[in-house]
């Protein structure tokens, strides 16, 4: 193919060069006249291992070569890369100007171009951004129309300073952000000899996986390091216990508990967050990120009483009550909380919870339910039918696999309010006003 990389930053240069390796035919940009020269020159602009070489060969093959004029690199190439920088302003945005400025130049250049060309964003941009700045930006200055005379595609870079013309080869995936399927597929080809998953989603998607990804990153950071913190101030090898808690690849490194949903409660997260904190007070030590465990968990608890609350109507039910489908445990619910919160706000409840009405008659947890939720132990009902008839707003608080026909057979003058997203339902199929608390 033939492409143009706009910006010879980190990006940019490992970008070009390596899609030139890979038999492409590629022509770099810059404003900068040095980076531009030093790459004619076959020396990389920027220190990364290996990519002098790779400059060096692909140059020298002519399959590599940089320009400072926009209109030379658009008309001679099919596709246009954006890899310009996106840095942070004082305040914490981000300034847009070097995008916007790379837009409307490269506008300038598909004016008179008659030949339809695709422009992938590379650089990392806040979800919106493609849709209102760099399509906007191409429309003005071209004067052309975006999906019939020029396509857009984001593609989100994942390579790491340092390593990363083997990130680049071998990726975590390589994401395409679309809205028409031709865009797409001119920006896969790129990507023919590269390893790893390809992914494809919608533009806003694939903006907001790129700031997920990093956020992520810096969390896992700043996470191990008060764990290790903690570790020192203990006495324990912090990296033999990184070093275990990796092997975990079940519960410590995988999807599970990634998905966005409900608070967590039971016996065991919430006072476990709590004594480790409390352990990490005792020897003077602060924990930022560890510490905002449960007030993050306490505000998802009180984002679902304010859904309640917007929703005007009175009368409650909530399907599920333990924290989780499957059991009978209560211990620090986040449904009951939630359950008491309305209670105590003068709501009528009606509760369903197939396990907890077996264990309110015979199991461990008889007890527990009896004496110390005896107010809401006699809301519980054991029809999810009588539930429907009594409530104007349903609550799913757990996965439960019967709710998702509970859900078919709502009114359409009901409330959905989905704390955990129902599995094998379409919301089309659910006649009720449905939302998801973060979805
Ligand atoms: N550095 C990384 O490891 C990394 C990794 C993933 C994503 N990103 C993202 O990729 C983007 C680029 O990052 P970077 O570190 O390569 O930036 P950089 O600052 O190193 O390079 C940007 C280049 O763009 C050039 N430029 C600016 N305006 C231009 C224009 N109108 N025409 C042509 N060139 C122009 C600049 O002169 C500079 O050489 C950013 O959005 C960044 O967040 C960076």
């Known amino acids: 193919m033939k492409v143009s990389v706009f910006g010879l930053g980190y990006v940019g240069s490992v970008s070009a060069a390596s899609f030139a390796a890979d038999g492409h035919t590629v022509v770099g940009v810059d404003v900068n006249p040095d980076k531009v020269a030093s790459l004619n020159d076959g020396r990389s602009p920027i220190v990364e291992k290996g990519l002098d070489e790779l400059i060096r060969d692909t140059t020298a093959d002519g399959r590599l070569r940089a320009t400072t004029s926009t209109t030379d690199a658009v008309n001679s190439t099919d596709l246009s890369l954006i890899c310009v920088g996106t840095p942070s302003r004082k305040n914490g945005s981000l300034d847009l100007s070097y995008l ?94 590269v390893e790893g998953e390809m992914v494809t989603t919608s533009i806003r998607t694939a903006e907001m996986i790129k700031y997920a990804s990093n956020t992520w990153h810096a969390l896992k950071v700043c996470f191990a390091n008060e764990v290790g913190n903690l570790c020192k101030r203990l006495e324990i090898d912090s990296h033999e216990v990184m070093d275990i808690f990796c092997l975990d690849e079940k519960l410590n490194l995988s999807s599970y508990y990634m998905k966005p949903g409900f608070a967590f409660g039971g016996s065991c997260l919430p006072k476990d967050v709590r004594a480790m904190q409390y352990r990490a007070k005792e020897v003077d030590l602060d924990m930022p990120v560890i510490q905002s465990i449960l007030g993050s968990n306490q505000l998802q608890i009180q984002h679902a009483i304010d859904m309640v609350a917007d929703t005007g109507k009175k009368r409650v039910g909530l399907l599920g009550f333990s924290f989780k489908a499957g059991t009978d445990d209560l211990r620090e619910s986040p449904i009951v909380i939630l359950a008491e919160a309305l209670l105590g706000k003068g709501y009528q409840l009606c509760i369903y919870d197939k396990n907890v009405s077996i264990a309110r008659l015979v199991g461990a947890n008889k007890d527990y339910i009896n004496k110390q939720i005896p107010h809401l132990s006699s809301l519980l009902t054991e029809s999810i039918d009588e539930l429907i008839e009594k409530s104007d707003v349903l609550v799913v608080g757990n996965g439960s696999p019967e709710f998702a026909d509970a859900l078919r057979k709502t009114r359409p003058d009901q409330m959905v309010i989905d704390l955990f997203r129902v599995k094998g339902i379409d919301p089309e199929q659910v006649p009720a006003h449905y939302t998801g608390i973060c979805w």
């Open 100 to 193: 916007e400025r790379v837009c409307e130049q490269i506008g300038e250049a598909l004016k008179d171009k008659a030949a339809y060309h695709v422009v992938v964003v590379r650089s990392t941009v806040l979800p919106g951004t493609t849709h209102g700045i760099v399509i906007p930006a191409l429309e003005r200055t071209s004067g052309k129309t975006y999906g019939s005379d020029f396509g857009v595609a984001v593609n989100p870079e994942f390579l790491r300073e340092g390593t990363a013309i083997a990130d680049f080869r071998n990726p975590p995936m390589t994401l395409v952000g679309h809205n028409y399927a031709s865009d797409a597929e001119t920006t896969q080809a790129l990507y023919a000899k």
